[in-house]
């Protein structure tokens, strides 16, 4: 079966300090990954999304980044962390190539920028 | 503009009763409608989803209504419990050359009271 996992699950990091989130997948292979930032008691807004190693789409234009260095490995990163970078980070999976198919999401990151 | 409507923005409902949560949608391109239910400090979990040319899907206690020439579906939550009280999201999905572009509502913060 497949698994998503999401590390750190909880962050507290100053403003203009660098981030980096990581999001692996078990039990699949070239998987669509996404990442998705949710603001306390809104719904999911989506940041990046990635269809194969090194390719990679943004949604918003923001301070933030994204990378695939593996199949099953998907990074957020930031060179300098704002105050409304906080949220709660989730990474989420689907089944690569066309077709309607639903998303996982892993365990989330809660952010805080202090 | 894609997007899709969720109502209402919170629900209480007594032990056994129905809930009911109602999402409109505008683009006639979606081709899958997942719902997803979400525990405080958790990720989103798949619940149950339909495809445009199907009218009912029923799992267990919880149903989805499709309306194709209004636009709009619905979650049925019968027999409703206190484990169910939880954030719930529709969903709309674009497929686009393979990548799932997830489309969510708002969100219904759903109580069930004893």
């Known amino acids: 079966s497949q698994t998503i996992h999401q590390w750190p699950a909880t962050l507290v990091q100053p403003v203009g300090s660098p981030l980096s989130l990581e999001c692996t997948v078990e039990?699949?292979?070239?998987?669509?990954l996404y990442w998705y930032r949710q603001a306390a008691g809104r719904g999911l807004q989506l940041l990046f999304y990635?269809?194969?190693?090194?390719?990679i789409s943004s949604e918003v234009p923001q301070n933030l980044s994204a990378s695939r260095p593996q199949d099953r490995q998907f990074i957020l990163s930031s060179k300098k962390l704002l105050l409304s970078d906080s949220g709660f980070y989730l990474c989420a999976w689907s089944v690569g190539g066309t077709g309607s198919t639903s998303q996982y999401f892993g365990p989330g990151t809660r952010l805080t920028v202090t | 503009q894609q997007q899709v409507k969720q109502s209402p923005q919170s629900l209480i409902v007594q032990k056994g009763g129905i809930s009911i949560i109602n999402c409109a949608y505008e683009?006639?391109?979606?081709?899958?409608f997942p719902w997803y239910q979400q525990f405080p400090g958790k990720g989103p979990a798949l619940l149950i989803a339909i495809r445009p040319d199907v009218s009912e899907k029923k799992e267990g206690r919880f149903t989805i209504s499709f309306n194709k020439s209004a636009k709009q579906f619905s979650l049925h939550i019968m027999d409703s419990q206190p484990g169910d009280s939880a954030t719930y999201f529709c969903a709309a999905i674009l497929t686009n050359f393979g990548n799932e572009k997830l489309t969510f509502g708002t969100g219904t913060r759903l109580t069930i009271i004893p």
């Open positions: 990635s269809v194969g190693i090194g390719q």
């Open positions: 683009n006639t391109a979606f081709d899958y």
């Open positions: 039990g699949t292979s070239n998987p669509n």
